[in-house]
């Protein structure tokens, strides 16, 4: 995979003078590597930033002293001040973090302490001697479209948000199929009759959506996949726009239905309500170690054939 470098980057702020770090699981593991990090980052001269939840869950991360190592820092200060931000967990941390910093343009770095880790490609055990890489300026940046999505309900905008997987119209609590209809650019594509639609980034083409028979999307392709949940149908299938189609749900009839942002952030829909959906002017920049390759993580994520050999 070709990616830019990261001192021409536009996203990336060279040299590193303050990293932030972003964690979620209020476990030792989380507490040792944030302080392993802190510690190694502080004594290279790095002014290093702990978002204030994370600090918080962490109560016993030592750096707090006459001689502290770290700062605590929301997110509107991390935006503000770091040049780079390392999260500390799986892609679930990682999906949170990209939609606090996204419009602060913060480039992050993922250390991985889930378990797939599609977007968190720096092991724990390789961190501190990937800090060499980060400072020196031989990660490589890669910058993944976002989307923007919002309800419309009687002519106003009641809810909105950003996903850096997806956006999903479901049927909710109650189970019931809903009815809705389905628009790209204004242009009326199907009525539908289904437990929902997926729509999809190439970064959430191995999320959701690849469990729901969506196709595998490069990051550099500029496209959004339109995938049905459990369509009342055998012909609907997923249909793949272009990154700068508006995209338009219309709930024709739901007893109970629902929009989520990246599975995290949730709100209620009604019949006659309208999801808006389009490509943010904002985008996530991730940093990445060398060697890095999206086809090896995927054949190592996914569990694919090995590595042909060569003679």
Same mark, same amino acid.
């Given at each position: 995979m070709t990616t830019s470098s990261p001192s021409s980057g536009p996203d990336c702020r060279y040299p590193l003078r303050t990293i932030a770090l972003i964690g979620k699981y209020q476990s030792r593991e989380i507490v $040792?590597?944030?302080? +392993? #990090?802190?510690?190694?980052?502080?004594?290279?001269?790095?002014?290093?930033?702990?978002? $204030?939840?994370?600090?918080?869950?962490?109560? @016993? +991360?030592? !750096?707090?002293?006459? =001689?502290?190592?770290?700062?605590?820092? $929301?997110?509107?200060?991390?935006?503000?001040? =770091?040049? =780079?931000?390392?999260?500390?967990?799986? @892609?679930?941390?990682? #999906?949170?973090?990209?939609?606090?910093?996204?419009?602060?343009?913060?480039?992050?770095? !993922?250390?991985?302490?889930?378990?797939? !880790? /599609?977007?968190? *490609?720096?092991?724990?055990?390789?961190?501190?001697?990937?800090? @060499? *890489?980060?400072?020196?300026?031989? /990660?490589?940046?890669?910058?993944? +479209? +976002?989307?923007?999505?919002?309800?419309?309900? !009687?002519?106003?905008?009641?809810?909105?948000?950003?996903?850096?997987?997806?956006?999903?119209?479901?049927?909710?609590?109650?189970?019931?199929?809903?009815? /809705? @209809? #389905?628009y790209v650019d204004g242009e009326f594509l199907y009525n539908l009759r289904s437990d929902g639609v997926i729509v999809s980034t190439p970064t959430g083409s191995t999320a959701y959506s690849l469990s729901a028979n969506g196709p595998i999307m490069h990051p550099q392709v500029s496209g959004i996949a339109l995938v049905p949940l459990c369509p009342h149908s055998l012909t609907n299938r997923p249909v793949l726009v272009g990154d700068r189609n508006a995209i338009e749900i219309r709930i024709v009839h739901a007893d109970d239905s629902r929009v989520h942002f990246d599975g995290q952030v949730t709100f209620d829909m009604k019949s006659g309500d309208v999801m808006r959906i389009r490509r943010s002017e904002d985008s996530v920049c991730f940093l990445h170690p060398p060697g890095y390759s999206y086809f090896a993580m995927l054949r190592k994520k996914l569990h694919w054939s090995r590595q042909p050999a060569t003679g």
């Open positions: $040792e590597s944030l302080s +392993l #990090l802190a510690k190694n980052l502080h004594d290279r001269g790095v002014e290093v930033l702990v978002e $204030e939840a994370t600090a918080s869950l962490s109560a @016993d +991360l030592p !750096g707090t002293g006459d =001689a502290p190592v770290w700062t605590r820092c $929301e997110y509107a200060g991390i935006g503000a001040r =770091a040049d =780079a931000a390392i999260v500390l967990g799986g @892609d679930g941390t990682m #999906l949170n973090v990209a939609r606090h910093l996204a419009r602060h343009r913060v480039p992050l770095v !993922g250390v991985n302490q889930g378990r797939l !880790g /599609f977007m968190t *490609d720096v092991a724990r055990t390789d961190m501190l001697s990937c800090v @060499d *890489d980060l400072l020196s300026g031989r /990660f490589t940046t890669e910058s993944r +479209l +976002l989307l923007s999505g919002e309800i419309v309900r !009687g002519g106003r905008v009641v809810a909105s948000n950003l996903a850096l997987n997806e956006v999903v119209v479901d049927k909710g609590a109650i189970g019931r199929l809903i009815d /809705f @209809d #389905l």
